[in-house]
């Protein structure tokens, strides 16, 4: 069992940015692959990113390639979203997921913990 907490969600203008963390406990965090989703109200969940559990190899959105960076640190059980450039269409809420099917998943089904989201809103 893996528990994942988000934080760092919070309104922020267009043109800004927002770092997200996710905090895991539980079994080994290192040994999964984390991803970010994101959904937005009346809409499916949606991949953002992705990171290996053992070499930092990255899959990235197209729709937020060059703008979100995903980034994780083992010794402190924690992934990172960072957000830069930010468009009103990138609010949502997000949410990391812990997976075990390799290498770098990118489907809702291959993810088995999920945290709890944390809203972004950005304003025009």
């Known amino acids: 069992q893996v528990q994942l907490v988000e934080s760092g969600g919070g309104v922020v203008q267009a043109g800004g940015s927002l770092r997200l963390s996710c905090a895991a406990s539980?079994?080994?965090?290192?040994?999964?692959?984390m991803g970010w989703f994101r959904q937005a109200p009346g809409k499916e969940r949606k991949f953002i990113a992705t990171?290996?559990?053992?070499?930092?190899?990255?899959r990235t959105s197209d729709s937020v390639k060059g703008r979100f960076t995903i980034s994780r640190d083992n010794a402190k059980n924690t992934v990172y979203l960072q957000m830069n450039s930010l468009k009103p269409e990138d609010t949502a809420v997000y949410y990391c997921?812990?997976?075990?099917?390799?290498?770098?998943?990118?489907?809702?089904?291959?993810?088995?913990?999920w945290g709890q989201g944390t809203q972004v809103t950005v304003s025009s």
């Open positions: 997921a812990a997976s075990t099917v390799g290498p770098l998943p990118f489907k809702v089904y291959e993810y088995t913990y």
């Open positions: 539980g079994r080994t965090f290192s040994a999964y692959d």
């Open positions: 990171i290996s559990w053992n070499d930092g190899l990255t």
